[in-house]
């Protein structure tokens, strides 16, 4: 006798034979074998009085910190390490192996609901797949967490799921193992043990995984943010050198040990002893060695490069060992031992390098002379060295990787993307120097994207359910951002300014320059600036910025030193000489003629971060917040103090806050109905009706007082946990009663009802034969069939009908439905653009006026036009206060359209000028401060020039002999698509904005003619040119 089996598995699923009315509890569930069918279930409910809630939204106290942190404080002594808030995953390091990242877990995950399985970050991967396949948007997974919170780790368990779970042929498979082993690599040059971790990132990452349209991982790319170099000469006490060091000491051959002039033993480097913990009991240098070398070759080193790598690594070390003496003043290399590896293993001349090394060149009246070093400057200079060396060779590798990774089917240019962010967490140490300054501020910009788009995928929840959105308080961070980024008054701005101007600038004038500058600012304090009690814990040196996360003192010390970055020009005169294929890449000749200046760190850091916030804007994002329980890598301790402050500075009280703002639970009217269903005898087994009335009527049945929940366009929305709860709790009783009545039911069947058991086995008898008949005309044995087929078409299509006019899916017909089908989602696409556009708000329909101008005039022809598309034109960038009331006064009764602060370029030495541009019915006008400092009549305007570059220069051309201007005027706008399509509509010269690749000319005035020369580049760069025009290097985008 067969007998019924309801099994409760952990993660929710009920297994159950079929069985008489199994068609009821079949019914939307998924086959997973010939006697089985699994009905998923959301668990994250079932199980939380044993262990908290599985979503913070669920806390009914959700506004009290002591609830939140005890919730995680139970789970975590579970084991469950993950909880939600919403979509968000919070991850508490469990500093040991938990057996949850099996490939049975992967599958548990797949192609299942968010919060179907309990949270995980399986889960979240799977998620940002799923939505990456089905609605065609690129995705990003946003990791971040301090310094051993287990974001790195969180960034493979993502990568294996990936690597596993998703469809591969040969050449994927390819792939999918040098993604996995980019990780072993990146790790041995950038990572390194620290106080806090010991595989501590000492950089940024951001790697893009590409997915091909059939949902295969085909390609990725990885950018690196600021490596932290300084740790290749020094390393605090009980820190290392990067990982690759001892690795290759450690493991690498005997044969290549002495090629490289290297002694098997970090005690002989200067490079490797100064944290005084060159061995460390939980690492295994000479298996990770065989692991990386193993990686390299995978990813596609051959042996030569390898060689050069590993001779550029030793290379390192030996100049650790270059030995100072002499007399005081002028330093001399005391053995040339080193030297004579060096110039091997870089491939240099040797007494090249050692002047290079103790002397420095300056040139006075025209004559370059050769000036000695000091013992203190020569060793600076060459630890100056090695830090090129190194950082260099590092950012080399990762372009590497990335050709290797590279994704070279041409025949199918379109790929989708998911993005990892693992990036430096917000830090706060005793001493807090330039390198914190630069990741707290990289932790603003997150926190300020973060907010805006959860706020902002919030809002646009409620508004597509035609729900009324509750406006929330939150703390806007922009305010902190513009204090460290704004143009020419920011502190960077202020830094760049003293490391660049001449005279005997310091770290002190720096700190006077910051007081005087910014000195008023609401999140600034110095010393001086500070009250009494504050002065108490600030040393005269710092000053203390107010972040969101909390407040940081930053010492001025070295600011300009690692600001500047500079490496004497003979020593890159020595490198630009190597004969080593690696070092001739990274230190290239035209840097020598190149008389301008390099970017600033913080200036360059500053453009990074502008680029990944444009590549992180373009996708769907998830987030991740890893949490780390205790500072001694303990399992099982949970330390609440510490706890406490990284739920603070991680925003998770803000972010369950906007979450739970409205409603703490929403879900879909299919999904809720289809779990609580059997609670009311009117939608039990089946309702027949539309979804919504459905769950009116259950809700009504179950008690719920009209301001417990509210009904949206496709989902219920409930206000408070315990409504939910009440319902969990009859549900589960609901259960039990039910399998008794199944399994009793079951049973009168099979011993008393055995031609009813006949005729069940009779209709699967007619299905098979009918799915085997299924491609034949109609005919008696396959007539079941096909209605059936074309019956759950129809009803499949009622349920899965597309939701608004982008979305593209459409079930697959049968073949005999094909021409009804097609008539339908015609029918079906009508009416939904007919709702639509009934729908459109003239402001709406205003804002698409102006998109198509822009697409018209910029599309396929302006390098960053693809990035304005997801924006929205802003009717103005500038209201009445922010224009000087003296602009006001002169512009009369003349209304301003549109007004945008723009950067005006002089036309003789091209400095750049803050301006306002102010676009009239008549004219537009440059304003700076209280004056109208010029204003073209659109009548006059003959024409603008823009390049087709990612740039936002654009040039306005007034005619030559107009005395009244001085020239055509060269202006710069952030927001440039928004700006020239707002002058083209108010100037109506749509047909004279000109395009132009390679170089705009100009008139200077008086006939005389300037030019803009535009070259695509790594970043932004507008500086006067030594032919006398003004260069322009635009950003190379990606042109996704
Ligand atoms: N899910 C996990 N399961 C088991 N151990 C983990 C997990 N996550 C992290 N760990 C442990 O914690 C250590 C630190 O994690 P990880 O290197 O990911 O931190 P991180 O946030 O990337 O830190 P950093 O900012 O210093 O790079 C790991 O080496 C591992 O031992
Ligand atoms: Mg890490």
């Known amino acids: 006798m067969m007998e019924l089996k309801i099994q409760l598995i ?60 005890e919730n995680l404080r139970k789970r975590f002594k579970e084991n469950l390490i993950y909880t939600y808030i919403g979509s968000v995953l919070v991850s508490v390091n469990p500093y040991k192996d938990l057996e949850i990242y099996t490939k049975n877990h992967m599958e548990r995950y797949r192609g299942v609901n968010f919060y179907e399985v309990s949270p995980h970050i399986y889960a979240v991967a799977d998620n940002s797949y799923r939505s990456m396949r089905t609605e065609g948007k690129d995705q990003c997974i946003l990791i971040s967490g301090e310094s051993g919170a287990g974001k790195t780790e969180a960034s493979k368990k993502i990568l294996q799921y990936y ?129 990386v070398r193993k990686a390299l070759t995978v990813i596609g080193f051959n042996e030569d490069e390898v060689e050069e790598l590993l001779n550029i690594i030793a290379s390192v070390l030996h100049l650790g060992n270059v030995q100072y003496g002499g007399e005081e003043g002028s ?128 809002q646009e929840e409620y508004e597509a359910e035609g729900i009324t959105w509750e406006p929330v308080q939150y703390f806007n961070n922009k305010i902190i951002c513009d204090l460290v980024e704004e143009k020419f008054k920011g502190i960077i701005s202020i830094l760049d300014e003293e490391c660049l101007r001449p005279g005997d600038a310091s770290d002190f004038t720096f700190l006077e320059k910051l007081e005087d500058t910014v000195g008023g600012h609401p999140h600034f304090v110095t010393h001086k600036l500070a009250d009494g009690k504050t002065r108490k814990v600030m040393g005269r040196e710092e000053f203390r910025l107010l972040h969101y996360a909390g407040e940081v003192n930053y010492n001025v010390n070295g600011f300009l030193d690692k600001n500047n970055d500079l490496l004497f020009r003979n020593l890159k005169e020595v490198m630009v000489m190597s004969e080593n294929n690696i070092l001739t890449q990274c230190f290239d000749r035209e840097e020598l003629s190149d008389k301008k200046r390099p970017d600033t760190a913080a200036t360059q850091f500053k453009a990074s971060l502008a680029k990944l916030m444009e590549i992180l804007m373009s996708k769907e994002p998830s987030y991740v917040r890893c949490i780390k329980p205790n500072d001694s890598k303990q399992a099982g301790r949970f330390d609440e103090v510490l706890i406490r402050h990284q739920v603070k500075y991680l925003g998770l009280m803000e972010n369950l806050r906007v979450r739970r703002a ?105 299905f098979v034969k009918g799915f085997i008949y299924r491609h034949k005309e109609r005919c008696p044995e396959n007539e079941y069939f096909l209605d059936y087929v074309r019956y759950s078409f129809l009803m499949n299509l009622r349920r899965n009908l597309p939701k608004n006019v982008l979305d593209k899916s459409w079930p697959t017909p049968p073949a005999a439905l094909k021409e009804a089908s097609e008539h339908l989602r015609k029918l079906c696409m009508q009416n ?44 103005t960038r500038l209201n009445g206060e922010d ?146 025009h003004l260069s322009v290097t635009a950003p190379r985008l990606n042109s996704r």
């Not at 997973?32 to 409910?45: C, K, N, T």
């Not at 990885?222 to 050198?241: A, D, T």
């Not at 269903?677 to 939608?683: E, R």
């Open 10 to 69: 952990p993660t929710g699923e009920i297994i159950l034979p079929p069985g008489k009315n199994g068609e009821n509890f079949c019914h939307n569930c998924k086959v997973v074998a010939s006697d089985g069918v699994r009905a998923m279930m959301e668990s994250a409910l079932t199980a939380r009085d044993r262990v908290g809630v599985q979503d913070f939204v669920l806390l009914e106290n959700y506004t009290s910190e002591a609830a939140f942190i």
């Open 163 to 291: 690597a596993i779970t998703c469809p591969a042929s040969e050449q994927v498979q390819t792939v999918k193992d040098r993604l996995l082993q980019s990780n072993p690599v990146l790790e041995a040059f950038g990572n390194a043990k620290t106080l806090r971790n010991d595989n501590s990132s000492r950089f940024g990452k951001y790697m893009d995984i590409q997915f091909d349209f059939k949902g295969a991982p085909v390609g990725g790319h990885i950018i690196n943010y600021l490596l932290e170099k300084s740790r290749v000469v020094h390393q605090n006490h009980g820190e290392r050198n990067f990982h690759i060091f001892y690795q290759l000491i450690e493991g690498g051959e005997e044969d290549l040990l002495r090629r490289l002039g290297l002694e098997r033993s970090p005690l002989q480097y200067q490079y490797l002893v100064k944290g005084n913990c060159p061995k460390v009991s939980s690492i295994n240098d000479r298996s990770d060695w065989k692991v």
């Open 331 to 458: 330093a001399c290399i005391t053995s040339d031992t080193q030297i004579k590896y060096l110039a091997r293993l870089l491939g240099v001349n040797g007494s090249v390098l050692t002047e290079a090394l103790t002397h420095k060149k300056i040139i006075a009246k025209g004559e370059e002379l050769m000036s000695p070093l000091n013992l203190e400057q020569a060793s600076s200079a060459r630890d100056a060295l090695s830090k090129a060396v190194y950082g260099r060779t590092f950012t080399w590798l990762v372009n590497k990787i990335n050709a290797s990774l590279a994704y070279t089917d041409d025949s199918h240019k379109h790929y989708s993307v998911i993005g990892l962010l693992d990036i430096y967490g917000f830090e706060v140490f005793q001493h807090n120097s330039f390198e914190q300054f630069c990741i707290n501020y990289c932790n603003e910009k997150l926190q300020q994207l973060f907010i805006e788009l959860t706020l902002k995928s919030e």
């Open 662 to 766: 409205g409603f703490a639970y929403r879900r879909r009217y299919e999904v809720f109905l289809q779990r609580y269903k059997s609670l009311c005898p009117d939608t039990w087994p089946n309702w027949q009706g539309k979804l919504a009335d459905g769950v009116s009527t259950l809700v009504k049945h179950l008690g719920y007082k009209p301001e417990e929940y509210k009904l949206g366009r496709s989902k219920i929305f409930i206000r408070f946990p315990k409504t939910l709860f009440a319902t969990e709790d009859a549900l589960e009783t609901r259960k039990h009663s039910l399998a008794t009545k199944l399994q009793a039911g079951w049973k009168d069947n099979v011993n008393l009802s055995k031609p009813l058991f006949y005729s069940c086995s009779s209709v699967i008898l007619r």
């Open 832 to 875: 939904m653009v007919w709702s639509y556009c009934k729908k459109i708000s003239p402001e709406w329909k205003h804002q698409m006026e102006q998109k198509m101008i822009a697409s018209e005039l910029f599309k396929d022809k302006k390098d960053n036009y693809p990035q304005s598309v997801p924006k929205l034109f802003v009717s």
């Open 883 to 1028: 224009i000087n009331p003296k602009v006001l006064q002169a512009l009369g009764s003349e209304k301003m359209k549109y007004a945008v602060p723009v950067t005006k370029y002089d036309r003789k030495g091209y400095k750049p000028r803050p301006r306002q541009l102010l676009l009239t019915g008549s004219s537009a006008i440059i304003a700076e401060e209280g004056k109208l400092k010029q204003r073209i009549d659109y009548g006059a305007l003959k024409g603008i020039s823009v390049s087709s570059l990612s740039d936002g220069l654009f040039v306005l051309h007034v005619p030559s002999d107009d005395n009244k201007q001085k020239g055509d005027v060269v202006l710069q706008s952030d927001h440039v698509i928004e700006t020239l399509t707002k002058i083209a509509i108010c100037a109506e010269k749509i047909n004279n904005i000109n395009i132009n690749q390679g170089s705009i000319k100009f008139t200077v005035g008086q006939g005389k003619e300037g030019i803009i020369d535009f070259t695509p580049g790594s970043e932004l760069l507008v500086a006067k040119a030594k032919n006398g």
